[in-house]
């Protein structure tokens, strides 16, 4: 079993950054893709980025895309969200997710989120 653990939420102005963590326990996910998700009040949970498994390939939301960067550094056990030019409709609960394949179907473990909060 694998749990997955979020790091690094808070309350940040708009333009600002913020740095999610996500860290794995229980065994390697590095044979996994990592994925971030978010689900903002009142809305579905949405794809925000994913990471493959050798970390190369990188596939982002079009909202997000150019702000954004996912990493991942399997040694660690580890994956990153590096978030830059916040926006209030940034303002969500971000989730990591460990996953054989591309969006939430194929998720296979969630972490249990952290909530960003942007302030304009």
């Known amino acids: 079993q694998v749990q997955l653990v979020e790091s690094g939420g808070g309350l940040v102005q708009a333009g600002g950054s913020l740095r999610l963590s996500c860290k794995a326990s229980g065994r390697s996910v590095s044979s996994y893709h990592m994925e971030w998700f978010r689900q903002a009040p009142g809305k579905e949970r949405e794809f925000v980025a994913l990471?493959?498994?050798?970390?190369?390939?990188?596939i982002y939301a079009d909202s997000v895309k150019g702000r954004f960067t996912i990493s991942r550094d399997n040694k660690e056990n580890t994956g990153h969200l590096q978030m830059n030019s916040l926006k209030p409709e940034d303002t969500a609960v971000y989730y990591c997710?460990?996953?054989?394949?591309?969006?939430?179907?194929?998720?296979?473990?969630w972490g249990q989120g952290t909530q960003v909060t942007v302030s304009s």
């Open positions: 990471i493959s498994w050798s970390a190369g390939t990188t």
């Open positions: 997710a460990a996953a054989r394949g591309s969006g939430s179907s194929s998720v296979a473990y």
